[in-house]
């Protein structure tokens, strides 16, 4: 089909049901249907996704696309938060759940709806060279809802490797796209015995929020004045971490009452934050692991916090603790301790940037797993 036929919508309610349904193919993990739908609404409506932040789009064809269930395919996009150095804070989005139906695959469908949510996304303003939307070659451009185009970056985590995304570029162009940024493991394993830390405060579901607005403000005040390169980074406040955790529970309903989420150095002069928090991915194939979503603390604290989450680990049942993107600070101290550094080969943190300067320039800080989406 020609793709100036094609356009990108909002999709309605029944075109949202229709989406869920196709994702519970490749990402239902051991959940029945009916758990997934259900979780996926339940976590449509935490702080990370409501008020409008969570959006489903379909790429159907023009002429009836707001009835069309058999719409060719449709992703998920996250506003969120950012901060940009010499800008403060600003807005972009996390990309999710791109999925195309096996019949309508390999037909140039998920492609050609990617390079159009470029124009939904981006603040065009933000940019002196943001590419022309190529109306002789799509036709007219998709219309932006009210509240989209705010957008100075939008990320996502490829589970294709790093050509797809990378080639669904702003414009006709095939390299400017999603852009692999530091796809970085760090994993131990949890020893058998580790001694418990006295000086932790346990972080439990109701008390994490206010670290990691303590971290949005330091991650703002970081960025913000970094300089000469253009650094971004996704903030952690606003429920955009603990939607992951959140997400736990519907793996292991077990740990929702109780659970120690994260923990934090007694701070007795009150003048360093250092903390961890973490959640659980028990559907991923591979050893059973606790990921650390959000990790700031100097070398010297950094072994107390890691055997807080060796012991959270024991408790929960696993055998490995997992890390995006270690600090470099960090790193001498964490291979001391055993930690093994590689490059993931799935979630592949992925950036478009729609602000001044090159992709390829921009300086994602923070790239850690709290900003998965
Ligand atoms: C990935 C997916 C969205 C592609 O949809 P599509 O409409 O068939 O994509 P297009 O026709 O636009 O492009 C096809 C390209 O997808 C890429 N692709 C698809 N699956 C891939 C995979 N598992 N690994 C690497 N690349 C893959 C290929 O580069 C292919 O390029 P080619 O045509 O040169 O061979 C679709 O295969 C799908 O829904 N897969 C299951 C869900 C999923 O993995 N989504 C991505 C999560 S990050």
Redesign the pocket.
Same mark, same amino acid.
């Given at each position: 089909m020609d793709v100036k036929n094609l356009s990108l919508f909002p999709a309605t309610e029944a075109q949202i049901k229709v989406h869920r349904e196709r994702?519970f193919? #490749?990402?239902g993990r051991g959940l029945d249907l009916e758990s997934f739908c259900q979780r996926d609404i339940a976590l449509g409506h935490l702080p990370h996704a409501a008020h409008g932040r969570w959006q489903v789009w379909i790429l159907a064809p023009r002429e009836n696309a707001p009835t069309n269930l058999d719409f060719?395919?449709s992703c998920e996009t996250y506003e969120r938060e950012v901060v940009v150095s010499g800008k403060g804070t600003m807005l972009g989005y996390g990309v999710a @759940?791109?999925? =195309? #139906? #096996?019949r *309508?695959? $390999?037909? $140039? /469908?998920?492609? *050609?709806?990617m390079r159009l949510l470029h124009y939904i996304l981006a603040d065009r303003r933000l940019s002196s060279t943001f590419p022309p939307f190529p109306l002789s070659e799509w036709g007219a451009p998709p219309a932006v809802p009210a509240g989209f185009g705010r957008g100075i970056a939008s990320a996502? /985590? @490829?589970?294709?490797?790093p =050509?797809? /995304?990378q080639?669904c570029g702003i414009g006709t162009s095939k390299d400017n796209g999603w852009i692999v940024k530091d796809p970085e493991v760090t994993i131990w394993q949890v020893p058998d015995d580790t001694p418990l830390p006295s000086n932790l405060e346990p972080l439990t579901e109701e008390t994490q929020e206010e670290v990691w607005e303590a971290d949005a403000k330091l991650i703002q005040d970081e960025v913000g004045g970094e300089t000469p390169t253009t650094t971004f980074a996704f903030l952690p406040n606003r429920g955009v971490a603990n939607f992951l955790q959140a997400r736990s529970f519907f793996y292991e309903p077990s740990t929702r009452e109780g659970g120690v989420w994260g923990c934090k150095m007694k701070d007795l002069d009150h003048t360093r934050l250092s903390f961890a928090t973490w959640c659980l991915d028990p559907g991923r194939e591979g050893p059973q692991t606790l990921l650390i979503t959000r990790l700031r603390c100097s070398p010297q604290s950094f072994p107390t916090i890691l055997n807080a989450a060796f012991n959270a680990a024991r408790t929960f049942g696993l055998v490995q603790v997992e890390i995006w993107n270690l600090d470099s600070s960090l790193r001498d101290v964490g291979k001391e301790l055993g930690g093994v550094t590689s490059m993931r080969d799935d979630h592949l943190s992925a950036l478009a940037w729609y602000g001044e300067g090159s992709v390829h320039d921009v300086r994602w800080r923070y790239n850690e797993k709290f900003c998965w989406c």
């Amino acid at each position: 089909m020609d793709v100036k036929n094609l356009s990108l919508f909002p999709a309605t309610e029944a075109q949202i049901k229709v989406h869920r349904e196709r994702t519970f193919e #490749p990402w239902g993990r051991g959940l029945d249907l009916e758990s997934f739908c259900q979780r996926d609404i339940a976590l449509g409506h935490l702080p990370h996704a409501a008020h409008g932040r969570w959006q489903v789009w379909i790429l159907a064809p023009r002429e009836n696309a707001p009835t069309n269930l058999d719409f060719f395919c449709s992703c998920e996009t996250y506003e969120r938060e950012v901060v940009v150095s010499g800008k403060g804070t600003m807005l972009g989005y996390g990309v999710a @759940s791109v999925i =195309t #139906p #096996p019949r *309508h695959r $390999g037909k $140039g /469908y998920a492609r *050609h709806m990617m390079r159009l949510l470029h124009y939904i996304l981006a603040d065009r303003r933000l940019s002196s060279t943001f590419p022309p939307f190529p109306l002789s070659e799509w036709g007219a451009p998709p219309a932006v809802p009210a509240g989209f185009g705010r957008g100075i970056a939008s990320a996502l /985590y @490829s589970d294709v490797g790093p =050509t797809f /995304y990378q080639q669904c570029g702003i414009g006709t162009s095939k390299d400017n796209g999603w852009i692999v940024k530091d796809p970085e493991v760090t994993i131990w394993q949890v020893p058998d015995d580790t001694p418990l830390p006295s000086n932790l405060e346990p972080l439990t579901e109701e008390t994490q929020e206010e670290v990691w607005e303590a971290d949005a403000k330091l991650i703002q005040d970081e960025v913000g004045g970094e300089t000469p390169t253009t650094t971004f980074a996704f903030l952690p406040n606003r429920g955009v971490a603990n939607f992951l955790q959140a997400r736990s529970f519907f793996y292991e309903p077990s740990t929702r009452e109780g659970g120690v989420w994260g923990c934090k150095m007694k701070d007795l002069d009150h003048t360093r934050l250092s903390f961890a928090t973490w959640c659980l991915d028990p559907g991923r194939e591979g050893p059973q692991t606790l990921l650390i979503t959000r990790l700031r603390c100097s070398p010297q604290s950094f072994p107390t916090i890691l055997n807080a989450a060796f012991n959270a680990a024991r408790t929960f049942g696993l055998v490995q603790v997992e890390i995006w993107n270690l600090d470099s600070s960090l790193r001498d101290v964490g291979k001391e301790l055993g930690g093994v550094t590689s490059m993931r080969d799935d979630h592949l943190s992925a950036l478009a940037w729609y602000g001044e300067g090159s992709v390829h320039d921009v300086r994602w800080r923070y790239n850690e797993k709290f900003c998965w989406c």
